[in-house]
């Protein structure tokens, strides 16, 4: 319940209209009070022919009895009181003296009420018996409309609160979510991430929106018929209660097994938010592998996992409703015996218990019975929500779990500013590993020293897995080091702001990311200030124009979701404009060109050597040709995630054999080509 609580903050900016729904459900609960007790008079003029008049004349006359008598008793204790000289008694009298006294002030306040139903509410009433019965039923039904419409002004209120809370939950969680480090989303995974944001947040929304309505409703309609049933007759309104506590612990019990129940078939769905991700994602291998009997399968066994999950809720949440309803047919049983017991036996006590102030009449009674049942049912409607709610409970969990989750990288307490123009950048004593689970990986990164001054053009080149990529995603800090540290003219990068960090830095990643966009707003993504006019340049120097020229629609053509309209080297060109429209002072080319054919690859080179003139450039390859070394000056050389040697062509080709092993197949490839 406890992450119930921590909705409230996101509730208060509608919390007018909650507020206005709570008056209409007191409404509505007052309402069904008060149709029960209608009752009452139906009892008195079907069954016992007596006209309202007589029975509210009969009642005047019995409470000016009880006034003339309370005030006979007071009077004999005034008088005892004077006569009396020892301390002790005369205190007990006094306490006598004070209930008498307060016995004939509720004598007198029950007088005044009748006596104003004489006058006002009399005169208004039909003599004959039919009228009236009719009149009641009118006033019944008149009631009941009431009653509805308050309730559909309750509905829509907080229809509108849960709505605009779970906006506001949705809208914060992202926010967290996007605040979060690479490292972290990217273990936790996009499926389970969606699922959150998704079926948790739906379920969330569902306990809510009883919360508002049924949960306020409900308790306030049974509260406002025990309140009668309680000043009615106290005694017998107790009797039915003492099953609350027997009820209140069952349903703790289920609720904890409800809860347990939820997560874990939150968990499953998310699982199979996984198996439809990852199908939907790798749709060519899996038909190109013929892969869909393997999926299905997959899918088959989650969804069953899933099934058995959600039949462990179905099950407890089936058994409230009979034990809800067991409990309340014996709390009514209980005042039932002994209430018949009193009408028929025409007595006030049961041995020797007094359980009524005066002996009951058949209508009181009714009205009794019908009030107790009318606390059954909205106990009934609760017990029906209780299992949702315990539901969006769990969701709450899981949806303020994420919301919790710290980020690896953030913003230093006290940052240091970096100066306009950087100097060097150095990686010192560098080693990372990644996180995976209980096993250790051997480290990505093993003390890489590489000190850069700014406008150096640096290639890192290594085979696949050197480690290469990792070395410079510490650059934009998707992942900080384990050891050492990355400077920027001696500041380490954990001690700037990451807006001022991420800001001097573009980059092309590996795998290359678009959004469903046109191809103008994808590049203008590298600065959003950028005009048309910039974007084109940038475009150009990335020769992304030549088959934007092609296309129907220029750059207003969409490249599909994931840039799924265009082929890998088109994208590849679309991320490299995207990153020279950033004009950064720090460039990272990832395998940037890698999907690119050798032509354009040479001319796009060419291009860059102009555009990195004066910026740092780190520029990531497996394979060395003639225009990376044009473009480059310095060349560092990775292997099982340790930095072997820097230095200028001649040199490694001179002194490194895994340089070697590099460039000599691109050697021998280039007369063919
Ligand atoms: P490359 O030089 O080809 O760019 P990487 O830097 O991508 O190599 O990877 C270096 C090592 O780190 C590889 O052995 C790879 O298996 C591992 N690795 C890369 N990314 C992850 C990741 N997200 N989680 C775990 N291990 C990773
Ligand atoms: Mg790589």
Not at 206 to 218: D, P, T, W
Not at 629 to 650: C, F, P, W, Y
Request: glycine fraction near 6%; charge should be positive.
């Amino acid at each position: 319940m406890s992450n119930f609580n921590r909705i409230l903050p996101f509730v208060w900016p509608s919390r007018h209209r909650l507020f206005l729904s709570f008056f209409f459900a007191a409404l509505v609960a007052l309402l069904w009070g008060g149709n029960l007790t209608i009752v009452f008079p139906i009892v008195k003029v079907l069954m016992q022919r007596q006209s309202l008049r007589s029975y509210v004349t009969e009642q005047i006359s019995l409470c000016q009895n009880d006034v003339q008598n309370y005030q006979r008793d007071v009077r004999q204790f005034n008088q005892k009181i004077e006569r009396t000289v020892p301390e002790a008694e005369t205190v007990s009298l006094l306490g006598l003296r004070a209930r008498s006294e307060s016995k004939l002030m509720r004598a007198s306040q029950r007088l005044a009420g009748w006596r104003w139903v004489l006058v006002f509410v009399i005169p208004h009433v039909p003599e004959d018996h039919f009228d009236t019965f009719a009149l009641i039923l009118a006033l019944f039904l008149g009631m009941t409309v009431i009653k509805l419409l308050c309730m559909l002004a309750e509905e829509v209120l907080v229809g509108g609160v849960v709505q605009l809370t779970i906006m506001g939950i949705r809208k914060k969680c992202f926010r967290q979510v996007l605040a979060l480090d690479y490292q972290t989303l990217l273990s936790r995974g996009t499926s389970d991430l969606m699922s959150r944001f998704t079926y948790d947040m739906e379920t969330l929304a569902n306990g809510l929106s009883l919360m508002g309505g049924k949960v306020v409703r409900e308790p306030l309609k049974a509260f406002s018929c025990i309140a009668i049933a309680l000043w009615l007759n106290w005694r017998l309104t107790l009797l039915s209660l003492v099953f609350v506590p027997l009820a209140l612990l069952v349903f703790h019990r289920i609720g904890r097994k409800l809860k347990k129940a939820s997560h874990r078939s939150m968990e499953s769905m998310s699982r199979i938010y996984k198996v439809l991700e990852e199908t939907f994602d790798a749709l060519k291998v899996v038909i190109a592998f013929e892969g869909g009997r393997r999926h299905r399968l997959r899918h088959h066994q989650e969804n069953k996992v899933y099934f058995e999950k959600s039949m462990n809720i179905v099950f407890i949440d089936a058994l409230t409703s009979p034990v809800t309803e067991l409990l309340g047919m014996l709390a009514v049983t209980i005042t039932m015996l002994p209430g018949a017991y009193l009408v028929l036996r025409d007595t006030p006590s049961i041995w020797g218990i007094r359980l009524a102030e005066v002996p009951m009449d058949a209508a009181e009674l009714s009205v009794l019975y019908a009030l107790l049942a009318g606390v059954i049912d909205p106990v009934r409607k609760l017990s029906s929500v209780f299992g949702k709610l315990k539901r969006s409970s769990a969701a709450a969990d899981r949806i303020f779990e994420l919301m919790d989750s710290a980020s690896l990288v953030h913003d230093p307490r006290q940052s240091k500013t970096l100066p306009r123009e950087l100097k060097t950048i150095e990686f010192r004593n560098v080693g990372f590993s990644y996180a995976a689970g209980r096993s250790t990986r051997p480290p990505a990164l093993r003390e890489v020293n590489l000190k850069v001054a700014a406008g150096d053009v640096i290639a890192v080149v290594g085979e696949n897995g050197s480690g290469k990529s990792t070395l410079v995603n510490l650059l934009p800090r998707y992942y900080d080091p384990e050891q050492g540290g990355v400077l920027l003219d001696d500041i380490d990068l954990r001690e700037c702001r990451l807006r001022d960090l991420r800001g001097r830095i573009g980059v092309v990643t590996q795998e290359t990311l678009l959004f469903d966009d046109t191809i103008l707003e994808n590049i203008r993504y590298g600065r959003r200030d950028a005009s048309a006019a910039e974007v084109v340049r940038a475009a150009e120097q990335a020769h992304v124009t030549p088959f934007v020229a092609q296309l129907p629609d220029g750059f207003e053509t969409r490249v599909g979701e994931k840039g799924a309209c265009l082929s890998g080297g088109q994208r590849q060109r679309i991320a490299l404009a995207r990153a020279i429209l950033r004009d950064p002072q720090i460039l990272i080319l990832d395998e940037a060109t890698s999907a690119i054919d050798s032509q354009s690859e040479a001319l796009i080179h060419k291009t860059l050597e102009t555009f990195v003139r004066g910026r740092t450039a780190f520029l990531i390859t497996h394979s060395v040709t003639q225009s990376v070394l044009n473009l480059v000056n310095r060349i560092a050389v990775m292997d099982h995630g340790k930095l072997i040697t820097i230095g200028s062509h001649e040199e490694l080709l001179r002194t490194c054999p895994i340089y070697q092993r590099l460039y000599q197949p691109q050697a021998e490839a280039r007369p063919a080509a």
